[in-house]
Protein backbone atom coordinates (compact mmCIF):
# COMPACT_ATOMS: atom_id res chain seq x y z
CA UNK A 1 0.00 0.00 0.00
CA UNK A 2 1.79 2.99 -0.89
CA UNK A 3 1.81 5.88 1.35
CA UNK A 4 1.85 9.77 0.33
CA UNK A 5 2.99 12.32 2.00
CA UNK A 6 2.33 15.85 1.23
CA UNK A 7 2.18 19.44 3.16
CA UNK A 8 -0.80 19.87 4.87
CA UNK A 9 -1.35 23.49 4.08
CA UNK A 10 -0.16 26.08 1.67
CA UNK A 11 -1.12 29.80 1.12
CA UNK A 12 -0.38 31.90 -2.04
CA UNK A 13 -1.32 34.72 -3.72
CA UNK A 14 -3.69 35.35 -6.75
CA UNK A 15 -1.76 34.95 -10.17
CA UNK A 16 1.33 32.95 -8.78
CA UNK A 17 2.27 29.40 -9.44
CA UNK A 18 1.33 26.94 -7.22
CA UNK A 19 3.77 24.03 -6.97
CA UNK A 20 2.35 20.99 -4.40
CA UNK A 21 4.40 18.10 -4.18
CA UNK A 22 4.00 14.45 -2.83
CA UNK A 23 6.20 11.89 -1.66
CA UNK A 24 5.40 8.43 -2.43
CA UNK A 25 8.55 6.36 -1.88
CA UNK A 26 7.02 3.68 -1.70
CA UNK A 27 4.87 3.38 -5.32
CA UNK A 28 4.64 0.11 -7.35
CA UNK A 29 5.79 -0.68 -10.74
CA UNK A 30 2.29 -0.66 -12.04
CA UNK A 31 0.98 2.72 -10.03
CA UNK A 32 -0.81 5.74 -11.50
CA UNK A 33 -0.11 8.92 -9.42
CA UNK A 34 -3.50 10.65 -9.63
CA UNK A 35 -4.94 14.45 -7.89
CA UNK A 36 -8.07 15.81 -7.19
CA UNK A 37 -9.16 18.70 -5.89
CA UNK A 38 -12.21 18.90 -3.24
CA UNK A 39 -13.79 22.10 -2.18
CA UNK A 40 -16.12 22.76 1.27
CA UNK A 41 -19.27 20.73 0.53
CA UNK A 42 -18.49 19.01 -2.35
CA UNK A 43 -17.16 15.62 -3.54
CA UNK A 44 -13.47 15.36 -4.79
CA UNK A 45 -12.88 16.35 -8.48
CA UNK A 46 -10.63 14.86 -10.85
CA UNK A 47 -7.62 16.88 -11.59
CA UNK A 48 -4.87 15.24 -13.47
CA UNK A 49 -3.05 11.66 -13.85
CA UNK A 50 0.39 10.46 -14.80
CA UNK A 51 2.43 7.69 -14.66
CA UNK A 52 5.74 9.00 -15.63
CA UNK A 53 7.08 12.29 -16.76
CA UNK A 54 4.76 14.89 -17.22
CA UNK A 55 1.53 15.57 -17.89
CA UNK A 56 -0.50 18.77 -18.54
CA UNK A 57 -3.89 19.42 -19.73
CA UNK A 58 -6.21 22.59 -19.26
CA UNK A 59 -6.42 23.03 -15.66
CA UNK A 60 -2.69 22.04 -14.30
CA UNK A 61 0.35 20.17 -14.76
CA UNK A 62 1.93 17.14 -13.25
CA UNK A 63 5.62 16.55 -13.22
CA UNK A 64 7.22 13.29 -12.22
CA UNK A 65 10.81 12.49 -11.78
CA UNK A 66 12.15 8.99 -13.33
CA UNK A 67 12.14 7.62 -10.00
CA UNK A 68 9.06 8.27 -9.40
CA UNK A 69 9.10 8.79 -5.99
CA UNK A 70 7.60 12.01 -5.78
CA UNK A 71 4.98 14.44 -7.91
CA UNK A 72 4.63 17.74 -8.14
CA UNK A 73 0.96 19.24 -9.21
CA UNK A 74 1.63 22.54 -10.79
CA UNK A 75 -0.99 25.18 -10.75
CA UNK A 76 -0.06 28.13 -12.98
CA UNK A 77 -1.89 31.59 -12.49
CA UNK A 78 -4.14 30.36 -9.18
CA UNK A 79 -7.20 32.44 -8.66
CA UNK A 80 -9.44 32.90 -5.44
CA UNK A 81 -11.13 29.76 -6.77
CA UNK A 82 -8.36 27.78 -6.47
CA UNK A 83 -9.13 27.41 -2.50
CA UNK A 84 -9.52 23.96 -1.97
CA UNK A 85 -7.97 20.64 -0.48
CA UNK A 86 -5.59 18.90 -2.85
CA UNK A 87 -5.32 15.44 -2.77
CA UNK A 88 -2.50 12.89 -3.66
CA UNK A 89 -3.47 9.41 -4.02
CA UNK A 90 -1.09 6.49 -5.69
CA UNK A 91 -2.47 2.93 -7.20
CA UNK A 92 -3.62 0.48 -9.73
CA UNK A 93 -7.14 -0.13 -8.67
CA UNK A 94 -9.75 2.00 -7.50
CA UNK A 95 -11.36 0.88 -3.47
CA UNK A 96 -9.82 0.26 -0.27
CA UNK A 97 -5.69 0.72 -1.72
CA UNK A 98 -6.86 4.30 -3.38
CA UNK A 99 -6.00 6.30 -0.05
CA UNK A 100 -6.97 9.91 0.16
CA UNK A 101 -4.83 11.04 2.57
CA UNK A 102 -5.17 14.59 4.83
CA UNK A 103 -4.85 16.40 1.34
CA UNK A 104 -3.39 19.90 1.12
CA UNK A 105 -5.09 23.03 2.29
CA UNK A 106 -4.20 25.64 -0.20
CA UNK A 107 -5.48 28.80 0.52
CA UNK A 108 -5.03 31.59 -2.26
CA UNK A 109 -5.54 35.17 -0.97
CA UNK A 110 -6.05 38.71 -2.81
CA UNK B 1 -25.08 12.79 -18.51
CA UNK B 2 -26.17 13.51 -14.91
CA UNK B 3 -22.99 12.99 -12.44
CA UNK B 4 -23.33 10.56 -9.78
CA UNK B 5 -26.70 11.59 -7.90
CA UNK B 6 -26.82 11.64 -4.14
CA UNK B 7 -29.61 12.26 -1.64
CA UNK B 8 -30.76 13.11 0.55
CA UNK B 9 -28.14 15.93 0.75
CA UNK B 10 -28.75 16.67 4.52
CA UNK B 11 -30.04 14.29 6.90
CA UNK B 12 -30.41 14.20 11.03
CA UNK B 13 -31.30 11.53 12.79
CA UNK B 14 -31.72 10.69 16.50
CA UNK B 15 -29.51 8.45 18.39
CA UNK B 16 -30.93 4.86 17.47
CA UNK B 17 -32.75 5.49 14.36
CA UNK B 18 -31.78 4.52 10.69
CA UNK B 19 -29.90 6.22 8.15
CA UNK B 20 -30.22 5.48 4.72
CA UNK B 21 -28.27 7.12 1.91
CA UNK B 22 -28.61 6.44 -1.82
CA UNK B 23 -26.46 7.39 -4.82
CA UNK B 24 -27.36 6.69 -8.54
CA UNK B 25 -23.86 6.09 -10.73
CA UNK B 26 -23.10 7.99 -13.48
CA UNK B 27 -24.86 6.55 -16.68
CA UNK B 28 -22.91 3.41 -17.92
CA UNK B 29 -20.98 3.13 -14.58
CA UNK B 30 -21.43 -0.33 -12.89
CA UNK B 31 -18.47 -0.20 -10.06
CA UNK B 32 -19.44 2.02 -6.89
CA UNK B 33 -17.63 3.09 -4.03
CA UNK B 34 -18.77 5.24 -0.88
CA UNK B 35 -16.15 7.11 1.42
CA UNK B 36 -16.93 8.57 4.67
CA UNK B 37 -15.29 11.90 5.24
CA UNK B 38 -15.17 13.43 8.74
CA UNK B 39 -14.96 17.02 9.65
CA UNK B 40 -11.33 18.11 8.67
CA UNK B 41 -9.55 14.61 7.51
CA UNK B 42 -9.77 12.60 4.08
CA UNK B 43 -12.01 10.06 2.72
CA UNK B 44 -12.06 7.18 3.96
CA UNK B 45 -12.98 4.10 1.70
CA UNK B 46 -16.07 1.79 2.91
CA UNK B 47 -17.18 -0.55 0.26
CA UNK B 48 -16.68 -1.29 -3.12
CA UNK B 49 -19.64 -2.70 -5.00
CA UNK B 50 -20.45 -3.58 -8.72
CA UNK B 51 -24.13 -4.34 -9.62
CA UNK B 52 -25.67 -6.93 -6.83
CA UNK B 53 -22.33 -7.85 -5.56
CA UNK B 54 -20.17 -6.18 -2.64
CA UNK B 55 -16.54 -6.88 -3.66
CA UNK B 56 -14.75 -5.22 -1.01
CA UNK B 57 -16.33 -4.07 2.54
CA UNK B 58 -12.97 -3.65 4.16
CA UNK B 59 -13.39 -0.42 5.22
CA UNK B 60 -16.71 -0.60 6.68
CA UNK B 61 -17.51 -1.23 10.07
CA UNK B 62 -18.82 -4.84 10.80
CA UNK B 63 -21.89 -4.09 12.82
CA UNK B 64 -24.85 -1.54 12.41
CA UNK B 65 -23.54 -0.88 8.44
CA UNK B 66 -24.35 -2.44 5.35
CA UNK B 67 -24.20 -1.46 1.52
CA UNK B 68 -25.93 -3.04 -1.70
CA UNK B 69 -26.08 -2.14 -5.25
CA UNK B 70 -29.26 -3.63 -7.05
CA UNK B 71 -29.90 -4.86 -10.34
CA UNK B 72 -32.40 -2.09 -10.25
CA UNK B 73 -32.34 1.29 -8.37
CA UNK B 74 -29.44 3.28 -7.02
CA UNK B 75 -27.26 2.12 -4.22
CA UNK B 76 -27.93 2.36 -0.61
CA UNK B 77 -25.81 2.95 2.28
CA UNK B 78 -27.96 1.77 5.19
CA UNK B 79 -26.86 2.68 8.77
CA UNK B 80 -28.89 1.13 11.70
CA UNK B 81 -28.99 2.10 15.70
CA UNK B 82 -26.73 5.72 14.26
CA UNK B 83 -24.70 6.83 16.92
CA UNK B 84 -23.23 10.57 17.29
CA UNK B 85 -20.22 9.19 16.35
CA UNK B 86 -21.66 7.80 12.58
CA UNK B 87 -22.31 12.10 11.85
CA UNK B 88 -20.21 12.55 8.95
CA UNK B 89 -20.23 13.34 5.05
CA UNK B 90 -20.59 10.37 3.29
CA UNK B 91 -19.53 10.50 -0.15
CA UNK B 92 -20.17 8.13 -3.53
CA UNK B 93 -18.10 7.40 -6.59
CA UNK B 94 -18.78 5.94 -9.03
CA UNK B 95 -16.60 4.42 -12.14
CA UNK B 96 -16.91 2.33 -15.60
CA UNK B 97 -14.21 0.59 -14.86
CA UNK B 98 -12.06 -0.59 -11.50
CA UNK B 99 -8.68 0.88 -12.59
CA UNK B 100 -7.28 4.07 -12.45
CA UNK B 101 -6.23 4.29 -16.14
CA UNK B 102 -9.14 3.66 -17.63
CA UNK B 103 -11.61 6.01 -16.64
CA UNK B 104 -11.94 8.69 -13.96
CA UNK B 105 -13.47 8.03 -10.55
CA UNK B 106 -16.90 10.44 -10.25
CA UNK B 107 -18.00 11.97 -7.31
CA UNK B 108 -21.38 12.74 -5.78
CA UNK B 109 -21.55 15.68 -4.05
CA UNK B 110 -21.98 13.47 -0.42
CA UNK B 111 -24.84 13.65 1.90
CA UNK B 112 -24.54 14.94 5.38
CA UNK B 113 -25.79 12.81 8.30
CA UNK B 114 -26.04 14.56 11.69
CA UNK B 115 -27.06 12.52 15.08
CA UNK B 116 -28.55 14.63 17.76
Known amino acids: LAKTTQPISMDSYEGQEVNITCSHN???????ITWYQQFPSQGPRFIIQGYKTKVTNEVASLFIPADRKSSTLSLPRVSLSDTAVYYCLVGLYYGQNFVFGPGTRLSVLP | NAGVMQNPRHLVRRRGQEARLRCSPM?????VYWYRQLPEEGLKFMVYLQKENIIDESGMPKERFSAEFPKEGPSILRIQQVVRGDSAAYFC??????????????FGEGSRLTVL
Open chain 2, 27 to 31: KGHSH
Open chain 2, 93 to 106: ASSQQPSVNTGELF
Open chain 1, 26 to 32: NIATNDY
